[in-house]
């Protein structure tokens, strides 16, 4: 639990640093210090929600789809025991 909060804010780090200098191009001057703008700053979060839905709605996609593999090899794996047996 501790990783994926660590790797969580990392993400969210280099997220600000990267995505959000990318749409306000004021930002990306160098030596610049400022805060995105308002409407920057909604756009990214509006985007990091979607991605992160998307994010945890892929990763309950592959468990369930690792759930419903294990299944079938339990059940064929009974199935080979049951006709061995006899």
Known sequence: MALIKFTWCVFLSIFRLVYIQSIDPELA?????????KAASRLAVTR??????NYWALQT???AKACQTAL???IEGERKAWICRS
């Open 61 to 63: 996609h592959m468990q």
């Open 29 to 37: 001057i160098p030596g610049r210090i400022s805060r995105p703008s």
């Open 48 to 53: 990091l929600t979607r991605l992160s839905r």
């Open 72 to 74: 079938i090899v339990a």
